[in-house]
């Protein structure tokens, strides 16, 4: 073979080996620029199926069918001096999940109450690092702003854990130390997002509600028929330094109209601690979008203090995505919903998991 004849067949076996990398180059950049696809398509089914086991209360489970169960562990964290606890739930997945901070409502038990630890292994199951803490003062009905410390020390304990950014859901009053947390300016660039299911704005609308049956914000008015007598008395149990004569003059209160004197009697600490209590003022600390989902037919908290906190996230030029649905009643599934609700929910929630995943 000449030299010419050797350096044509050189050229063609690089040749060929280059057609053969183009090509692999080539299927490796499709399957890069599908993963968005496939990542949005995947979101999509878990969410559906989360929603769908959530709303069907046990009667259908096509999330528990595809995933296996999600494994509990303790994780260390703190408050300053005082640990936390802290459970971490997490399932199998090919990838880091994003973390979550799941924090409950009014429960004696904390982060041990069977319908929390169910609801962190359903979201285990769809795809987050869920870490659940113990909030003390809703355990008792006795908030006061250092709760919000344990959320804190929730998104910190998952940080330090390789979850660089951590969204953060709140339940019922536990939404008052969860945006209380995500608010504040040194915790806000770690946050992701926030969920908020049945939350309130301002502790003083809580309790005109609580103690009165009233609600209202903007031409949105109403009252219910029952106010929830033992709740009044655990409050005023729990609370037992605020019961001076003024305290037990407005918790012995049921007429909407003579509230409001009634709290500007209160001391002026009291009148203090409402304030540092209600999350509606310092959501403009927030640097993550804020969702809202609350029950038309809420029957402990209004529906109207998700639009209150609407509004303040609004004024403070917040991101803020609302339904307010029949789909679910406090915070548990109401499978009278019509599609629409069922639609604005789905809407909503996957709106929350896009945002805690970017």
């Known amino acids: 073979m000449s030299s010419h004849d050797e350096r044509v067949a050189q050229a063609a076996v690089v040749a060929k080996h280059v057609g053969r990398w183009g090509t692999a180059a080539r299927l490796a950049l499709a399957v890069v620029l599908s993963l968005p696809f496939f990542a949005t398509a995947s979101t999509l089914i ?3 199926s989360f929603l769908a086991e959530f709303l069907g209360q046990g009667r259908w489970r096509p999330l528990s069918t595809l995933t296996r169960e999600p494994v509990a562990r303790a994780l260390p964290a703190a408050a300053g001096a005082r640990p936390v606890l802290l459970d971490l739930y997490t399932g199998s ?8 901070v799941l924090v409950h409502g009014l429960s004696a038990e904390g982060k041990e109450d069977p319908r929390l630890r169910e609801a962190a292994r ?12 113990t909030v003390e003062g809703l355990t008792v009905l006795r908030l006061r702003p250092e709760d919000a410390a344990a959320v804190s020390a929730s998104v910190e304990a998952l940080h330090a854990a390789g979850y660089r950014r951590v969204a953060v859901l709140g339940i019922s009053l536990g939404s008052g130390p969860a945006l209380l947390a995500a ?8 946050v992701s997002a926030v969920l908020a299911l049945g939350g309130y704005a301002s502790a003083v609308e809580l309790l005109r509600y609580t103690l009165t049956g009233a609600y209202a914000f903007g031409e949105v008015a109403g009252r219910t028929a029952a106010v929830l007598e033992p709740a009044i008395a655990q409050f005023a149990r729990a609370n037992g330094e605020l019961m001076d ?9 049921r007429d909407p109209a003579a509230l409001d004197e009634r709290v500007r009697a209160l001391p002026r600490s009291t009148r203090d601690l409402l304030e540092a209590l209600s999350p509606g003022p310092t959501i403009g600390g927030l640097r993550a979008p804020l969702f809202l989902i609350h029950g038309r037919q809420d029957p402990a908290v209004p529906f109207t203090e998700s639009l209150r906190l609407d509004a303040a996230a ?3 030029g917040r991101p803020v995505r609302t339904a307010i649905v029949g789909a679910v009643g406090h915070v548990e599934a109401d499978l009278r919903a019509g599609l629409a609700d069922l639609l604005r929910l789905w809407t909503t929630f996957y709106a929350f998991r896009r945002a805690a995943e970017s």
Do not use: C, H, I, K
């Open 245 to 253: 004569e003024a305290g037990r003059r407005l918790v012995d209160t």
């Open 314 to 316: 609004r004024a403070a």
């Open 46 to 48: 878990v969410t559906t």
């Open 183 to 190: 608010s504040d300016p040194t915790l806000a660039p770690r």
């Open 122 to 133: 359903l979201l285990a199951r769809a795809g987050w690092a869920v870490a659940v803490p």
């Open 93 to 100: 997945a090919l990838r880091r999940p994003p973390g979550l």
